[in-house]
């Protein structure tokens, strides 16, 4: 059956086998990798041999967010809207939009997408990129070095965080995409030098979390999140040891706290120091060795008698609050973020009370402002619970 498809999607559709095809199941759609630039050929599974399970596939993992079975949804994201799709035996085809479940019935063929309208595939960006960084593409993206990006990649970075907190909304998955598009970015760059490329990414990734996850991957066990964190750095400690090994033996085996980019923001940093001592150990057995700590940095913070002196003072107490948080299970960074915004809001509600009364900010009495901030909050309260 197979050879006479074959031979009509050369005769029709100018198929050239030796360029790639891809042979599906109809049934399987939902569960195979389907890139859309190459051709694609649907078989139901009455016309070939398919084993018992095929009408059970389980929803490709990275596809399988919209919840759905339905081969025909799975062909619409994947491919534009128009994209033609040739019906054997019969002159007139249809469109991917128009497809419905009983079109699956019978074989159908899908010639490849351009390169262009691919994407919603994994080698969809990368060719993007490229083709922007090429002699005729953008200006723009031509004149870009890694360092020129790293901005980008932080304020890519910050707008996902951001975005976090709306929970998984359409606003996320733009925002991840446009993060996404920086590490397609810096791979592209270095794959013109020679040196690595997106699939050099995803296998780095991709292997290092398998190594890492014995315990799912492997015989390893881990019960509770602890009891991975501690096997997570017992295993990186490994590595770091096996890549000291590996050098001219000068250099000193890496730190537990190297990796921590210094780019990061400091609560953020402070955060990840800590959990990664803790898990090796390094840790305040309860909170209220932490608390103590915290009052004896409040204590030198009141006795510092020159600004150097209160600058680390300062930065100390900082430092143990962050441990606060990570002994309570706070994101500090997620904390202060909240806080500011709070100020801010708070803040604009006595901007406007102010400018409602026809006085100015700084006309104001502390205990007037303070009276109106403690307006600010109780509306706050009120709405809260409206």
């Not at 479940?101 to 351009?114: F, K, N």
């Not at 104001?364 to 009276?371: N, P, T, Y």
């Amino acid at each position: 059956m197979l050879d006479a498809l074959l031979a009509e999607a050369r005769l029709r559709w100018r198929l050239d086998p030796t360029a790639g095809l891809a042979v599906v199941v109809a049934e399987r759609l939902v569960s195979t990798p389907i890139e859309p630039t190459v051709p694609l050929l649907i078989v139901p599974a009455s016309r070939v041999r398919a084993t018992a399970d095929a009408g059970t596939s389980v929803p490709l993992a990275g596809r399988h967010g919209h919840r759905t079975d339905d081969p025909t949804d799975v062909l619409r994201r994947l491919y534009a809207a128009e994209h033609p799709v040739g019906r054997f035996g019969v002159p007139e085809g249809t469109t991917v939009a128009a497809l419905t479940g009983d079109d699956l019935a019978e074989p159908l063929y899908l010639a490849p997408a351009a390169p262009v309208a691919d994407v919603a595939s994994p080698w969809g960006m990368p060719w993007i990129s490229a083709r922007l960084r090429a002699p005729d593409g953008c200006p723009w993206d031509q004149e870009q070095t890694h360092e020129s990006l790293r901005g980008h990649l932080l304020e890519e970075a910050y707008e996902v965080y951001d975005a976090l907190a709306g929970g998984a909304t359409p606003e996320l998955a733009g925002e991840l995409g446009d993060l996404l598009l920086q590490v397609v970015l810096h791979a592209q760059l270095a794959a013109e030098e020679g040196v690595f490329d997106m699939t050099d990414v995803w296998a780095a990734s991709a292997s290092k979390i398998v190594r890492r996850h014995p315990h799912v991957f492997g015989e390893s066990e881990a019960r509770t999140a602890a009891d991975v964190n501690r096997q997570w750095e017992r295993i990186k400690a490994g590595e770091r040891a096996e890549a000291a090994a590996a050098g001219d033996g000068t250099a000193p085996a890496k730190s537990a706290l190297d990796g921590i980019s210094r780019s990061l923001p400091a609560l953020a940093a402070s955060q990840e120091m800590q959990e990664r001592a803790a898990n090796l150990g390094y840790d305040w057995p309860s909170i209220d060795g932490v608390l103590d700590k915290v009052r004896e940095e409040v204590g030198e913070l009141v006795e510092a008698d020159t600004p150097a002196h209160r600058a680390e003072e300062l930065g100390d107490l900082l430092f143990v609050l962050v441990n606060v948080g990570r002994k309570t299970g706070i994101e500090v960074e997620a904390a202060l973020r909240s806080a500011n915004e709070k100020f801010r809001r708070r803040f604009r509600h006595v901007e406007l009370a102010a400018a409602s009364q026809g006085v100015a900010l700084r006309d104001l009495s502390f205990e007037e402002l303070d009276a109106l901030w403690d307006a600010a909050k109780a509306d706050e309260r009120r709405e809260a619970t409206a």
